[in-house]
């Protein structure tokens, strides 16, 4: 084509493209057609999708406590591998007879598994309703096993997380159970040496200290008394053996010179007692029983006037010789006394002085036993707790999966992109008849109009000639045009059909065109 300073007008674009349509309807048809053929045969593969809801527990948490502590992302996790592994993969495969197309019985069945394993798909969302939920889908290329596929797939989530669910809580309060028995057995054996401890340490423990210095003051009190009747009963002895050492005659009833009668000394000695004890003290009935013997003796005396009438001459009476054999065996009985209550002072001294290091001892057995009491309440509270969660999920009544968007039947394909590949042919179509005609343009050197010959040849036009068609070339030019407008209208029904395939798809266009031909028919 000469070169022209002249503009593309609309004009010269309609009469390129009708004077170059076959480079159009050709190209494009051709396009159009490879276009539909790959959209029915390349292999296809459908998707179906369930939304399931992540319920919370019925029962509000302020009153049952669940021990599923898991949150949703690990727990889908957890699911997700239980769901994916092996055997129940395998169950899949054999109840919907996945693989069993000819081209798949060479494959091994680990390659099946891994091949399944890529088809489903697990994933979180929080985007609804603000609340958990999770979907699941799987790809294949028959839209119902797709679909059953997938209800089979939720019902496994289901049950799958009822049985976790249930196991963890079992679990949990299998796992308490055996620390609660660990801890009562520990109890039980701190409790044994609690006991063990205050039964061998029995009388220098805390609790006993005020008791055992109350029982000190009363034998330190009890241990001067018995000193001070053990002095005056030596006091006494030493006089009567004095008295019989030196021959002094003992008149009964009357001392020595400035001295006192063996019952007033009594008498004395009874009313130091009666100051300090009450009428029922072992010394006090002693002594009371002494005086009456004495005034028995004396009451026999005076009975018996003659042997009273002249004092006695001999060197040792019989009441004297009693009352000295008396005297020994009390100076005998205190010393006893002494000896005794020295030993129980020795042994309540040594309980109060242990008490301190009691005290200690027992504090920390006390503080084991408060600590292990402790934690057995606090394992008790939770295993209690445990039995009424794991209740609570046997009756289904904790965190539950409910259906919210079921699986349904597929209708368009996810694979190919049937968009992409219409857009694609669509425009390779366009395109190659354009890069055709720009070609064939380019490459025509011939006039088209009187100014572009006299714009290059500079040479004025005078006239211009129509073409003179003969009656055959008026008839091909007829026939020429009819034909074009056939196969355009057959590339428009190619561009309408690869349409439907591609945002209908195969079964919609199919029955569009039934519909279609039953009309059609129903006319005729």
């Known amino acids: 084509m000469p070169e022209t300073a002249q503009s593309i007008k609309p004009e010269y674009i309609i009469e390129v ?26 292999p296809k593969e459908y998707q179906s999708e369930t939304l399931i809801l992540v319920e919370p527990q019925r029962v509000p948490t302020s009153y049952v406590q669940s021990i599923v502590s898991q949150d949703i992302d690990a727990r889908i996790s957890t699911l997700s591998q239980q769901i994916l592994s092996r055997t129940n993969l395998e169950k899949i495969i054999k109840e919907f007879k996945l693989f069993s197309e000819p081209e798949y019985k ?59 669910r249930e196991a963890q809580a079992v679990g949990t309060s299998d796992f308490l159970e055996d620390e609660l028995g660990n801890m009562r057995k520990k109890l039980e054996g701190t409790e044994e040496r609690l006991k063990e401890y205050k039964k061998e340490y029995m009388g220098e423990l805390p609790e006993q200290l005020e008791t055992n210095l109350r029982i000190l003051d009363r034998l330190q009190e009890q241990l001067e008394d018995r000193q001070e009747s053990l002095r005056l009963a030596k006091i006494r002895l030493d006089d009567i053996e004095r008295r019989n050492e030196q021959g002094i005659p003992v008149v009964s009833g009357v001392g020595d010179e400035g001295g ?26 002693r ?48 010393n006893n006394e002494i000896t005794d209550l020295r030993k129980e002072l020795d042994l309540y001294q040594q309980r109060v002085e242990n008490t301190p290091k009691r005290e200690q001892e027992l504090m920390s057995l006390q503080r084991d036993y408060s600590n292990i009491q402790e934690s057995y309440s606090s394992l008790l509270a939770r295993k209690l707790e445990s039995e009424i ?30 968009k992409k590949l219409f857009f694609l042919f669509v425009i390779a179509g366009l395109g190659i008849s354009g890069g055709i005609i720009f070609m064939f343009e380019y490459l025509d050197n011939s ?25 055959k070339q008026k008839r091909w030019k007829r026939v020429n045009i009819v034909i074009s407008a056939s196969f355009s209208i057959v590339s428009f029904c190619l561009l309408v059909l690869f349409a439907l395939l591609t945002f209908k798809g195969m079964d919609p266009t199919l029955d569009i065109f039934r519909k279609i031909i039953s009309i059609s028919q129903g006319q005729i």
């Open 106 to 164: 060479q494959m091994y069945f680990e390659d099946k598994l891994e091949k399944l394993r890529e088809r489903i798909s697990v994933s979180v969302t929080r985007a609804r309703r603000g609340a958990d939920a999770f979907s699941i889908s799987f790809k294949g290329k028959e839209p119902e096993k797709v679909m059953r596929v997938v209800n089979a797939l939720t019902s496994y989530f289901i049950d799958q997380n009822l049985k976790v």
């Open 447 to 471: 006039f088209r109009s009187p100014d572009e010959v006299e714009s290059v040849l500079e040479v004025p036009v005078l006239g211009t000639i129509p073409p003179i068609l003969n009656i």
């Open 287 to 334: 002594l009371k029983k002494r005086i009456a013997e004495y005034q028995e003796d004396k009451k026999n005396q005076a009975i018996n006037p003659d042997e009273e009438s002249t004092p006695i001459t001999e060197p040792v009476s019989p009441a004297v010789a009693r009352a000295e054999f008396e005297l020994k065996r009390e100076v005998v009985g205190f």
């Open 17 to 42: 493209l009708m004077k170059r349509r076959w480079y159009i309807i050709i190209p494009f048809s051709i396009s159009l057609i490879i276009g539909i053929y790959l959209s029915i045969t390349l």
């Open 389 to 418: 969660a794991v209740n609570m999920e046997r009756k289904q009544k904790g965190e539950q999966f409910r259906i919210l968007d079921s699986a349904r039947l597929p209708q368009k394909p996810v694979s190919p992109d049937m």
């Open 260 to 285: 006192l009668s063996e019952l007033e000394q009594l008498r004395l000695q009874l009313d130091h007692l009666l100051s300090r004890y009450t009428e029922k003290h072992p010394d006090v009935i």
